[in-house]
């Protein structure tokens, strides 16, 4: 959803984990694959306007020029921040289609960046959660 609860964010977004076997749904991770799709889905509702600077390329195919749109999202599970880049085709269209291959996964897209900020110690208060480098238990 837009954000409206945080200055930093133009996105918020919540996840829930499913767990039919147990009947349980968890709210308190996040999850990287669908956290990908947070902008481009943003913009294609019209969560969020796609402008910003042109670029040629930028693992798009080579005749494309395409403009890389920022989106700032606050995972509101954990209160980490992340910043996502994807392609658009400077008119605010997505483009999914791209030359970026990654190991593992078949065919070629559009290159999504994520960059996250601030997630040290979202899950457990803080970055060594005893205090402690090491721990002998």
């Known amino acids: 959803s837009k954000s409206d609860d ?12 499913v767990s039919v076997n147990d009947g349980l749904v968890d709210f308190k991770p996040t999850c990287g694959n669908i956290l990908s ?4 889905a943003a913009i294609e509702m019209g969560l969020f306007s ?11 195919d080579e005749e494309t020029v395409s403009t890389v749109v920022e989106v700032k999202i606050r995972a509101v599970n954990t209160g980490a921040l992340c910043v996502s880049r994807v392609q658009t085709d400077g008119t605010g269209n997505v483009i ?14 559009s290159p999504v960046t994520l960059d996250f900020m601030k997630v040290a110690g979202s899950s457990t208060g803080s ?8 721990d002998v238990v």
């Open 6 to 17: 945080d200055e930093w964010a133009d996105i918020d977004y919540f996840f829930a984990q």
């Open 37 to 40: 799709a947070v902008a481009a």
């Open 50 to 60: 796609a402008a910003t600077t042109t670029t040629t390329g930028a693992g798009c």
């Open 96 to 109: 999914y289609d791209g030359e970026l291959a990654l190991d593992g996964i078949p065919g070629t897209a």
């Open 127 to 134: 970055f060594l959660p005893s205090g402690n480098v090491v």
